[in-house]
C-alpha cells in the first residue's frame, strides 16, 4: 500500500466521520428542540393551572367578604346608607363603613394585581371593574374613595379606581348636561 492509498483512505475516514458527526448533531439537535417543546408546553399547562387557582381563590375571597359584609340585615344596610351618602353616619358607623368598603375592594385589588402580573384572566379584572363601576356610581362611596385612596392604597390600584371614579362622573355630568 502506497502512501498516497494511505492518504485516499484517511480522508475517506475523515469525511465518513464528519459526516457521521453531521448526521449525529443533526438527530440531537431535533432531539434537543423536541424536549425544549415538550417542556414549554408543560411550562405552559402549569401557568395555566396556576392561573385557574389564583382566579378561584380571588372569586372565593371576593364570594366570602360580600357574604360577610351584606350577610346581615345590619351591615347591609349600613352599606346601603354608606354607599348613598343621603345622610350622615354616626362616629361608629363611619368607621365600620370605611372598613367594609376597604375589604369590599380587598379582592378588585388582588385581581388587578395578579392581571398585571400575567396571573389571572382578563375576564376576572373586567368583571372586577363591573363590580366596582357598581360601587362607585353611589355618591357615598367615591366620598368614602376620596378619603380612602390616600391612606389605604397604592398605584397602580389607585389609579385604576381614579379612572373607574373619573368615567363615572363624567358620566353623570353628560348626563346632567343633557338634562338642562
Given at each position: 500500500?502506497?502512501?498516497?492509498?494511505?492518504?485516499?483512505?484517511?480522508?475517506?475516514?475523515?469525511?465518513?466521520?464528519?459526516?457521521?458527526?453531521?448526521?449525529?448533531?443533526?438527530?440531537?439537535?431535533?432531539h434537543t428542540h423536541q424536549q425544549n417543546q415538550r417542556a414549554i408546553r408543560q411550562?405552559?399547562?402549569?401557568?395555566?393551572?396556576?392561573?385557574?387557582?389564583?382566579?378561584?381563590?380571588?372569586?372565593?375571597?371576593?364570594?366570602?367578604?360580600?357574604?360577610?359584609?351584606?350577610?346581615?340585615?345590619?351591615?347591609?344596610?349600613?352599606?346601603?346608607?354608606?354607599?348613598?351618602?343621603k345622610e350622615p353616619l354616626s362616629r361608629e358607623e363611619s368607621f365600620r363603613f370605611?372598613?367594609?368598603?376597604?375589604?369590599?375592594?380587598?379582592?378588585?385589588?388582588?385581581?388587578?394585581?395578579?392581571?398585571?402580573?400575567?396571573?389571572?384572566?382578563?375576564?376576572?379584572?373586567?368583571?372586577?371593574?363591573?363590580?366596582?363601576?357598581?360601587?362607585?356610581?353611589?355618591?357615598?362611596?367615591?366620598?368614602?374613595?376620596?378619603?380612602?385612596?390616600?391612606?389605604?392604597?397604592?398605584?397602580?390600584?389607585?389609579?385604576?379606581?381614579?379612572?373607574?371614579?373619573?368615567?363615572?362622573?363624567?358620566e353623570e355630568a353628560r348626563d346632567i348636561q343633557g338634562t338642562s
Amino acid at each position: 500500500m502506497t502512501l498516497e492509498s494511505i492518504y485516499y483512505i484517511g480522508q475517506t475516514v475523515a469525511v465518513i466521520a464528519i459526516l457521521g458527526s453531521l448526521i449525529a448533531l443533526i438527530f440531537q439537535t431535533r432531539h434537543t428542540h423536541q424536549q425544549n417543546q415538550r417542556a414549554i408546553r408543560q411550562s405552559e399547562q402549569a401557568n395555566d393551572l396556576a392561573r385557574a387557582e389564583l382566579t378561584t381563590r380571588t372569586i372565593d375571597v371576593a364570594v366570602q367578604i360580600q357574604n360577610d359584609i351584606f350577610g346581615t340585615e345590619e351591615n347591609a344596610s349600613l352599606i346601603y346608607r354608606g354607599m348613598m351618602g343621603k345622610e350622615p353616619l354616626s362616629r361608629e358607623e363611619s368607621f365600620r363603613f370605611y372598613l367594609q368598603m376597604t375589604n369590599l375592594l380587598t379582592a378588585s385589588e388582588y385581581a388587578v394585581r395578579l392581571h398585571q402580573e400575567g396571573l389571572t384572566y382578563d375576564d376576572m379584572v373586567e368583571r372586577s371593574r363591573l363590580n366596582c363601576v357598581g360601587f362607585f356610581r353611589f355618591r357615598g362611596t367615591r366620598q368614602w374613595w376620596a378619603i380612602a385612596r390616600e391612606q389605604v392604597y397604592i398605584d397602580p390600584f389607585r389609579s385604576w379606581i381614579d379612572e373607574i371614579v373619573a368615567e363615572i362622573e363624567a358620566e353623570e355630568a353628560r348626563d346632567i348636561q343633557g338634562t338642562s
